[in-house]
T-cell receptor, first 111, second 115 residues
Framework: EDKVVQSPLSLVVHEGDTVTLNCSYEVTNFRSLLWYKQEKKAPTFLFMLTSSGIEKKSGRLSSILDKKELFSILNITATQTGDSAIYLCAGEIYNDYKLSFGAGTTVTVRA | GAVVSQHPSRVICKSGTSVKIECRSL??????MFWYRQFPKQSLMLMATSNEGSKATYEQGVEKDKFLINHASLTLSTLTVTSAHPEDSSFYIC???????????FGDGTRLSIL
């Protein structure tokens, strides 16, 4: 059975702090690892990682995948209150492109 | 680009009612769409894969007669929760991708409350 585990489950930081979110996976026929941000509604796409060791960046967010150790991290630098959300990672499966989601990490950024 | 629209955003209805939820890809065609369910404080659980022009494939434990899926066109999939009961109350979300090399994008979700 495919398994995606995120840690920590939740954290509280102050504005300006840096956070690191972890995602480990055991996904049969693994194709890619995706990160999403979920606020009140449905998840919004952040990153899609298919190659190991190549960091992807978008503003203050960055992410990297390690296909040997089967994990990914998402970094958020200089956090702002608008970064408060649930961050989800998901493993994508070859052929049927299904996503297997982790439980999410709830990030709360205090002013 | 890659906008997925879902309607309605909120439904409140009595037990025994059937509820239809629409998922549309607005700026691309999608031969495959996915339906998820999310209970409070839990992650997204895949319910089924909606395939244009053919039957949907359901995940283990999901009743296909309860959750009817129709994917009649390349831009529209519908999920009908038949004879809904309070335990079906949940957040239902669909997703689709423009092609297999792009990420899934999600609709805004439908919050279903069965009284």
């Amino acid at each position: 059975e495919d398994k995606v585990v995120q840690s920590p489950l939740s954290l509280v930081v102050h504005e300006g702090d840096t956070v690191t979110l972890n995602c480990s996976y055991e996904v049969t026929n693994f194709r890619s690892l995706l990160w999403y941000k979920q606020e009140k509604k449905a998840p919004t796409f952040l990153f899609m990682l298919t190659s190991s060791g190549i960091e992807k960046k978008s503003g203050r967010l960055s992410s990297i995948l390690d296909k040997k150790e089967l994990f990914s991290i998402l970094n958020i630098t200089a956090t702002q209150t608008g970064d408060s959300a649930i961050y989800l990672c998901a493993g994508e499966i070859y052929n049927d492109y299904k996503l297997s989601f982790g439980a999410g990490t709830t990030v709360t950024v205090r002013a | 680009g890659a906008v997925v629209s879902q309607h309605p955003s909120r439904v409140i209805c009595k037990s025994g009612t059937s509820v239809k939820i629409e998922c549309r890809s607005l700026d691309f065609q999608a031969t495959t769409m996915f339906w998820y369910r999310q209970f409070p404080k839990q992650s997204l659980m895949l319910m089924a894969t909606s395939n244009e022009g053919s039957k949907a494939t359901y995940e283990q434990g999901v009743e296909k007669d309860k959750f009817l899926i129709n994917h009649a066109s390349l831009t529209l999939s519908t999920l009908t929760v038949t004879s809904a009961h309070p335990e079906d109350s949940s957040f239902y979300i669909c997703s689709a991708a423009p092609d297999t090399n792009q990420p899934q994008h999600f609709g805004d979700g439908t919050r279903l409350s069965i009284l």
